[in-house]
Nanobody, 123 residues
Framework: QVQLVESGGGLVQAGGSLRLSCAVS????????MGWFRQVPGKERDLVAA????????YYADSVKGRFTISRDNAKNTVYLQMNSLKPEDTAVYYC????????????????WGQGTQVTVSS
């Protein structure tokens, strides 16, 4: 059974930075594509960034391009989301997800989810 545990959320002022971490246990982390999603109350969970298992391919939502960076350390079974130049509209619960391929890092097809970590950006 795969378990994902996020950490690193918190309260930050606009323009600040946070780094989220997602530790993965239970199966071979290096075989998973990984993604970060975010969700605000009353809205759907949206994909923010994703990375293939071999680090070759990445995806970023237009709203975060140039500000967020996804990375992974397969030796530590951890995926990261570096968030810079944060805006109030980045406020959400952030979830990491594992999937079989980059193409299946979606709201409906990801295999495993973490419990989420709150990010709040004040203006």
């Amino acid at each position: 059974q795969v378990q994902l545990v996020e950490s690193g959320g918190g309260l930050v002022q606009a323009g600040g930075s946070l780094r989220l971490s997602c530790a993965v246990s239970g199966r071979t982390f290096s075989s998973f594509a990984m993604g970060w999603f975010r969700q605000v109350p009353g809205k759907e969970r949206d994909l923010v960034a994703a990375m293939s298992w071999n680090v070759i391919s990445t995806y970023y939502a237009d709203s975060v391009k140039g500000r967020f960076t996804i990375s992974r350390d397969n030796a530590k079974n951890t995926v990261y989301l570096q968030m810079n130049s944060l805006k109030p509209e980045d406020t959400a619960v952030y979830y990491c997800a594992a999937a079989r391929s980059l193409g299946t890092v979606t709201r409906d097809r990801s295999d495993c989810w973490g419990q989420g970590t709150q990010v709040t950006v004040s203006s």
